[in-house]
């Protein structure tokens, strides 16, 4: 595997569901980033963990919960959600958070869908 | 608050030249950088301006005016494979947190 992968690519559940998102980087990174995508909106930052530390909590509702074991691992789980949750769920990572610019790059998402 | 603005569709034909303006208002600038983003794919970095003036990579050009508040990206000999979304984005502290605008379409014709 190379890049940003994530898994699963599409989810479905209900609003009393669990369900865990998961986002792997072999690239060697030390920050990584969730990102929320909706249509006709521009991309929101929701979380960010630099060296597995949270720098970065953007307002995101308390069922939205990250997790981040090590620098190459990002999770979001996810509980009693709602139907305007449902959204592209994109993660990315980048060579730092501080310092000098680091391009992010980004996995593929997960189309998520709430009913 | 934090705001950019750019055009939601630009259309234009094979071989043509176009350009994506963003203007941005936001409490701190550190840089505007450009992704692209075909449909049902990941967004890739095309490119970053930290100083005012005009960056070339390739066909792609990317110009920051900080004095302005604006940037644009500009597409030269345009490709069928160029038809995506463009987002700018700003960094706006010293971290590389970005602020992304809502993107452009690009749709590109024969």
């Known amino acids: 595997e190379t890049g940003v992968t994530q898994t699963p690519r599409h989810l479905v559940m209900g609003m009393t569901n669990k369900k865990s998102l998961k986002c792997e980087q072999h690239?060697?990174?030390?920050?990584m980033y969730w990102y929320k995508q909706s249509a006709k909106k521009p991309l929101e930052l929701m979380f960010v963990y630099n060296f597995k530390e949270q720098t970065e909590n953007n307002s995101v509702p308390s069922r939205f919960s990250p997790e981040c074991p090590n620098s190459s691992h990002l999770f979001l789980h996810l509980h009693t959600l709602q139907p305007e949750d449902s959204a592209l769920y994109l993660c990315a990572s980048s060579q730092g958070a501080g310092g000098d610019y680091n391009e992010q790059f980004f996995g593929p998402g997960t189309r998520l869908t709430v009913l | 608050g934090q705001s950019l603005e750019q055009p939601s569709e630009v259309t234009a034909v094979e071989g043509a030249i176009v350009q994506i303006n963003c203007t941005y208002q936001t409490s701190g600038f550190y840089g505007l950088s450009w992704y692209q983003q075909h449909d049902g794919g990941a967004p890739t970095f095309l490119s970053y301006n930290a100083l005012d003036g005009l960056e070339e990579t390739g066909r792609f050009s990317s110009f920051l005016s900080r004095s302005d508040s604006y940037g644009y990206l500009l597409l030269q000999e345009l490709q069928m494979k160029d038809s995506a979304s463009y987002f700018c984005a700003v960094r706006d502290s010293g971290y590389s947190t970005l602020t992304f605008g809502k993107g452009t379409m690009l749709l590109v014709s024969p």
């Open positions: 690239l060697g990174h030390n920050a």
